[in-house]
């Protein structure tokens, strides 16, 4: 079992960027996947990023490619996600989950445990 705490969220103008933070309890952290998912007031939870067990493949959604990097650094048991060039559509509470899955994957029910969610809101 794995549990996650996210930090990094905040209030920034439209341009700006942040950097989100997944910290994981556990020894076992490269042998999970992670995600990043976001849900904003009223919507349905959307996929932003993953990334596979090792960091070496990353997945993003078109909202965000170009625009978010994911990462990780499993020495340190934490997942990273760096949002630049923010936009008001970004505003959301933004979660992180891990998945014993290989590879990864884009879907919230793929994912076994999460954070409680870090608050990100983009002003324009």
């Known amino acids: 079992q794995v549990q996650l705490v996210e930090s990094g969220g905040g209030s920034v103008q439209a341009g700006g960027s942040l950097r989100l933070s997944c910290a994981a309890s556990?020894?076992?952290?490269?042998?999970?996947?992670m995600g990043w998912f976001r849900q904003a007031p009223g919507e349905e939870r959307e996929f932003v990023a993953a990334?596979?067990?090792?960091?070496?493949?990353?997945y993003y959604a078109d909202s965000v490619k170009g625009r978010f990097t994911i990462s990780r650094d499993n020495a340190q048991n934490t997942a990273f996600l760096q949002m630049n060039s923010l936009k008001p559509e970004d505003t959301a509470l933004y979660y992180c989950?891990?998945?014993?899955?290989?590879?990864?994957?884009?879907?919230?029910?793929?994912?076994?445990?999460w954070g409680p969610g870090t608050q990100v809101a983009v002003s324009s």
């Open positions: 989950a891990a998945t014993p899955l290989r590879g990864y994957s884009d879907s919230a029910g793929a994912y076994n445990y």
């Open positions: 556990g020894r076992t952290f490269g042998s999970y996947a």
């Open positions: 990334i596979s067990r090792s960091g070496g493949s990353t």
